[in-house]
């Protein structure tokens, strides 16, 4: 069936440390993947996504790879920064005809330490 | 612009009484979607609406869960003889009209729905 799982619920880095996320996906059809962050007591917040014919892209400070081969993503994050703590999610969307959903990871904490 | 608003915030109800959720969408989007966030898991989908018409409800249990999003007005998500089992923290999100794809919605605060 689908699923959307993260490697590990919590990750622990040094300030000024690079945090790399892992996440695996189960449904080889989704054609478009995002990272979400949030904060305790928020919503998801939208940082960067990845189209399935892609297979690297970059933002500020964050980059998203996606091996399709083995249906990984992971979210990479450059000299990580207190105010980077939050839970990570992955996410998958799958278009069937005009519609489309999310399919959520259960999330990761990441924690940084100063 | 404000973002996606929903409320309450925090909505405690007994068991056997209703719950309703509001949310109203971002100025100018007609797409809503309705997320149900279990403590230490990620987002599970409900149901996906336009203004009057429920476009996808397969996360939607059978029973006691319905959602509206009429022509006026906040989206609705209304859960009738709640359970301990409902408390969970309920998510919205929009997105504008010719964009039918969640990816590229907006996500409210949410309500944190606690059943006792």
């Known amino acids: 069936g689908e699923s959307v799982g993260l490697h590990l619920p919590t990750l622990s880095v040094q300030e000024g440390d690079n945090s790399i996320i892992n996440c695996a996906y189960s449904?080889?059809?989704?054609?478009?993947f995002i990272w979400y962050k949030q904060e305790s007591g928020k919503g998801p917040q939208f940082i960067i996504d990845?189209?399935?014919?892609?297979d690297k892209r970059q933002g500020q400070r964050v980059t998203v790879l996606l091996n399709k081969t083995v249906k990984h993503l992971s979210l990479q994050i450059a000299a990580t920064q207190p105010g980077d703590s939050a839970v990570y999610f992955c996410?998958?969307?799958?278009?069937?005809?005009?519609?489309?959903?999310?399919?959520f990871g259960k999330g990761i904490t990441l924690s940084v330490r100063p | 612009n404000a973002g996606v608003m929903q409320n309450p915030r925090h909505l405690v109800r007994r068991r056997g009484q209703e719950a309703r959720l509001r949310c109203s969408p971002m100025k100018g989007h007609s797409h809503v979607y309705w997320y149900r966030q279990l403590p230490e898991e990620g987002l599970k989908f409900m149901v996906y609406l336009q203004k009057e018409n429920i476009i996808d409800e397969s996360g939607m249990p059978k029973e006691r869960f319905s959602a509206e999003f009429p022509k006026e007005g906040p989206s609705i998500l209304r859960i009738q003889q709640v359970v301990r089992g409902d408390s969970a923290a309920y998510f919205c999100?929009?997105?504008?009209?010719?964009?039918?794809?969640?990816?590229?919605?907006?996500f409210g605060q949410g309500t944190r729905l606690t059943v006792v």
């Open positions: 449904n080889s059809a989704s054609d478009y």
């Open positions: 999100a929009s997105s504008p009209p010719g964009r039918g794809s969640s990816a590229e919605a907006f």
């Open positions: 996410a998958e969307n799958l278009h069937t005809g005009a519609n489309s959903k999310l399919t």
């Open positions: 990845i189209r399935s014919n892609m």
